[in-house]
């Protein structure tokens, strides 16, 4: 589920591999968790995150999750905020390559990484819950905020709206745009440069710039959780979900 792929000693690219749109089931986010540490542990430097060609992230597997009991989907969520803590307050800077349409739980992954490159055309990304019925959660919404600001956050994620690359890349929603089969690499090269910095200066500046973000996870995050888990059970969330997972299905076929 997890491709590793070692650039030299410095560098570890971590691609989800989970077809056919890399979405997020509770498996690949332990993996994906399980992945960090290691990395952490066997000294890497930095990390890349990137997904298929034309696919970053399709989200939480929605179909999956509507089999999950109420015990399984509660534990999805405190595994799903665990891996967010995870990349939030991860000691290495870590690159989002964004190969592809990243809606929902692809944009999520990414909010929390140092940076971000997505590949160039007619791909998607955004916080589109509330469209498939999902209120959005604080802590997601006050990363969403970080990056592009209050007024716009706003408008993007109470209309659940997707927008192109070039769009996100002028909010700032994303750093940088490059052709599809060079995300990737464009990630590994913001990661090499950033590298050839002194790494104590680099570092300690880096710390304190992401203060605000590593804080989200620094409280009791459990009063929101169950909030989020009592909202995937109500009866309008799930009947969207329902219809959303019907017509994915259809797609398949």
């Given at each position: ?14 691609r989800?591999?989970?077809?056919p ?28 995150l990137s ?27 405190h ?18 390559a ?6 929902a ?24 819950e ?32 997707l ?7 002028r909010?700032?929603?994303?750093d ?33 710039a ?10 009791n ?13 109500r ?19």
């Amino acid at each position: 589920m997890i491709d590793t792929i070692d650039h030299g000693a410095a560098v570890r690219e971590l691609r989800l591999n989970r077809p056919p749109v890399n979405a997020l089931s509770d498996e690949l986010i332990r993996s994906l968790h399980q992945a960090l540490k290691l990395a952490a542990q066997d000294g890497v430097r930095a990390l890349v995150l990137s997904g298929s060609p034309g696919r970053f992230s399709g989200g939480l597997d929605v179909p999956l999750l509507l089999t999950l009991d109420r015990l399984r989907m509660a534990d999805l969520w405190h595994e799903f905020y665990a891996l967010l803590g995870a990349i939030a307050q991860s000691p290495i800077p870590i690159a989002a390559a964004i190969t592809g349409h990243a809606p929902a739980g692809g944009t999520v992954l990414a909010l929390f990484c140092d940076w971000r490159v997505m590949a160039e055309g007619e791909y998607r990304i955004g916080l589109n819950e509330v469209q498939v019925g999902i209120e959005l959660p604080p802590t997601l919404m006050a990363a969403f905020r970080r990056l592009i600001g209050p007024r716009k956050s706003e408008q993007l994620a109470v209309s659940g709206e997707l927008i192109f690359a070039e769009e996100a890349l002028r909010i700032g929603l994303v750093d940088d745009l490059a052709p599809p089969e060079q995300v990737a690499g464009r990630a590994l090269q913001w990661c090499q440069k950033l590298l050839a910095l002194p790494q104590e200066a680099m570092l300690g500046t880096r710390r304190e710039a992401r203060l605000d973000l590593t804080a989200l996870f620094q409280t009791n995050l459990e009063p929101e959780l169950e909030r989020v888990i009592a909202s995937w059970w109500r009866p309008e969330t799930q009947h969207t979900l329902q219809v959303l997972a019907q017509r994915l299905s259809k797609n398949k076929s």
